[in-house]
């Protein structure tokens, strides 16, 4: 695996190294975890923005909730999968 060198705080360090004594696992793969955890908190957060925004705009909304129902219509459309 390549790596590459980050700095971190001293405090972040500290706290890899508590993480690590508890888990067995080694600092990178809890940073690993962590930069992962946070990408995929984002990408919700963002998802749930871009959602609400849609919902705010009521002719945007109303067109969603029809497509939504033609797709609905899909599912008994007698082919198969």
Do not use: C, P
């Not at 890899?16 to 793969?29: D, N, P, V, W």
């Not at 963002?46 to 599912?75: C, G, I, Y």
């Amino acid at each position: 695996m390549r790596s590459t060198t980050v700095r971190i705080s001293l405090r972040s360090k500290g706290v890899l190294r508590e993480l690590s004594a508890q888990t067995g696992k080694k600092m990178q793969e809890i940073l690993d975890e962590a930069v992962e955890s946070y990408h995929r908190r984002l990408f919700l957060e963002r998802s749930n923005e871009a959602f609400a925004a849609l919902q705010a705009n009521s002719k945007a909304w109303e067109d969603e909730k029809k497509e939504r129902e033609v797709w609905e219509h899909t599912l008994s459309d007698g082919l198969k999968a």
